[in-house]
Each structure stands twice: as structure tokens, then as C-alpha cells.
């Protein structure tokens, strides 16, 4: 079957894409899939072969904390907004129950990688005017950190990506094994910044090579 997104939501992705460009996609989605398609979901498409829904994936490493932004955006009440889906809460639009208020979401996907945002039918599904997504702040940083996992400590006889990513730090030739070669690197950096020279790349010391 044809269909085509809601072009209001077009709009709003094409302006979220703008505003954050290296976000990540990996949880972005329009059209029913595989944990949509089953059941009846504004993902389906209508009767018209319109897709009222999308999905913007969570990526606060990249900018996009898609917490804050269906904060934002329900606080904002556009008319053409049904209701959006995060982080285990669900609001309305200004037509829905309680508009702008979050209730407890409790459907099996938490919406905590993606937020959904579902548009009403009719006209305003395909209102083109320009969404207000202003007014976010940056990212906190201890928003950011808690999505960087920091490198596993790495010693003698390691092995993998995090190693080469190691000896790349250290200029040293990459081959993902911790030898006797990337043990005495490690050892004068850490002696050179003024770190217990053990030659086990721990937290401070993957700190000081960053
Ligand atoms: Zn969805």
C-alpha cells in the first residue's frame, strides 16, 4: 500500500534535522514497523495513505534529548499535535485529555530511546507552517556523560576496539592487543602526566588521554 507521512510532521522533522544535524536516527521511524504494524497505530497508514506518526530517536550525546524536546513541545500546545509518547509518559494536544499535562504511560515500550509524536487528522495533518522548537537548552553535561560509557580498563593481555582505540592515542601501531610494547607507552604517558605510572589505562588515566 502507498502512503505518505502527515506533511506537518515532514515539516517537523525536516526542522529537527536542521537544528540537529549529526543527531542519531537509529530509533527514527514513520510508517508502521515491526512493533507498530501488528496493531492500530497512528504509524498505519489511513484511510487516505497518511502516516500520522513519527518516532525521533533519543540521542542527548548528540544534542537531541528527546525528554526535553516532548517537554518543550507538549508545554507548547500546537494544534495539530494528537499526542506524543517519552520516557513512559504520555500527552495530549489541545483537543486530547488533560492538553499539556503528562500521564503515566504504561504501553510496553517505555519510549525512552525515541519519542513518539502523533498529529491530529483532517487539514492540520498537513499544515506546513513552521513548528516552534525553540527554547531548548543545551544538553546538561551529566546528561551527555550518562550516555558516554567510559572505556573499560584496559591492562596487559586486553584485547579489541577499545585497545586500538589505546594505541591510537598513544601513536602507536593499532592492533587491538595490549602488549608488552603498549604497556611501556603507557607507562612513560602516565609517568609524564604525572599519573601512577602502573600501565593499566583506568579512569584517570583515559581521562588524562582524551
Ligand atoms: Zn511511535
Given at each position: 500500500?502507498s502512503?505518505?507521512l502527515?506533511?506537518?510532521?515532514?515539516?517537523?522533522?525536516?526542522?529537527?534535522?536542521?537544528?540537529?544535524?549529526?543527531?542519531g536516527k537509529?530509533?527514527?521511524?514513520?510508517?508502521?514497523?515491526?512493533?507498530?504494524?501488528?496493531?492500530?497505530?497512528?504509524?498505519n497508514?489511513?484511510?487516505?495513505?497518511?502516516?500520522?506518526?513519527?518516532?525521533i530517536?533519543?540521542?542527548?550525546?548528540n544534542?537531541?534529548?528527546?525528554?526535553?524536546?516532548?517537554?518543550?513541545?507538549?508545554a507548547?500546545?500546537?494544534?495539530?499535535?494528537?499526542?506524543?509518547?517519552?520516557?513512559?509518559?504520555i500527552?495530549?494536544?489541545?483537543?486530547?485529555?488533560?492538553?499539556?499535562?503528562?500521564?503515566k504511560?504504561?504501553?510496553?515500550?517505555?519510549?525512552?530511546?525515541?519519542?513518539?509524536?502523533?498529529?491530529v487528522?483532517?487539514?492540520?495533518?498537513?499544515?506546513i507552517k513552521?513548528?516552534?522548537?525553540?527554547?531548548?537548552?543545551?544538553?546538561?553535561?551529566?546528561?551527555?556523560?550518562?550516555?558516554?560509557?567510559?572505556p573499560?580498563?584496559l591492562r596487559?593481555g586486553?584485547?579489541g576496539?577499545?585497545?586500538?582505540?589505546l594505541q591510537?592515542?598513544?601513536?602507536?601501531?593499532?592492533?587491538?592487543?595490549?602488549?608488552?610494547?603498549?604497556e611501556?607507552?603507557?607507562?612513560?604517558f602516565?609517568?609524564?602526566h604525572?599519573l601512577?605510572?602502573?600501565?593499566?589505562?583506568g579512569?584517570q588515566?583515559?581521562?588524562?588521554?582524551?
Amino acid at each position: 500500500m502507498s502512503w505518505r507521512l502527515a506533511r506537518a510532521l515532514e515539516k517537523l522533522r525536516s526542522q529537527v534535522n536542521a537544528k540537529w544535524p549529526k543527531r542519531g536516527k537509529g530509533s527514527d521511524g514513520s510508517v508502521g514497523d515491526t512493533s507498530h504494524g501488528a496493531r492500530k497505530s497512528d504509524h498505519n497508514p489511513d484511510g487516505a495513505g497518511i502516516v500520522h506518526a513519527i518516532d525521533i530517536t533519543h540521542d542527548p550525546k548528540n544534542g537531541f534529548d528527546s525528554y526535553a524536546f516532548a517537554d518543550m513541545l507538549l508545554a507548547k500546545q500546537d494544534p495539530r499535535v494528537s499526542y506524543i509518547i517519552s520516557n513512559r509518559r504520555i500527552g495530549s494536544g489541545p483537543k486530547g485529555p488533560q492538553p499539556g499535562k503528562w500521564r503515566k504511560y504504561t504501553g510496553s515500550n517505555a519510549h525512552d530511546h525515541h519519542v513518539h509524536i502523533s498529529v491530529v487528522s483532517g487539514a492540520k495533518a498537513d499544515d506546513i507552517k513552521a513548528w516552534d522548537i525553540g527554547g531548548l537548552p543545551d544538553v546538561a553535561p551529566e546528561v551527555v556523560a550518562a550516555y558516554i560509557k567510559p572505556p573499560r580498563t584496559l591492562r596487559k593481555g586486553s584485547t579489541g576496539e577499545d585497545v586500538k582505540k589505546l594505541q591510537k592515542a598513544l601513536k602507536l601501531t593499532v592492533d587491538g592487543k595490549f602488549g608488552a610494547l603498549t604497556e611501556a607507552a603507557l607507562k612513560k604517558f602516565q609517568t609524564a602526566h604525572k599519573l601512577a605510572a602502573d600501565g593499566v589505562a583506568g579512569p584517570q588515566t583515559w581521562a588524562a588521554l582524551n
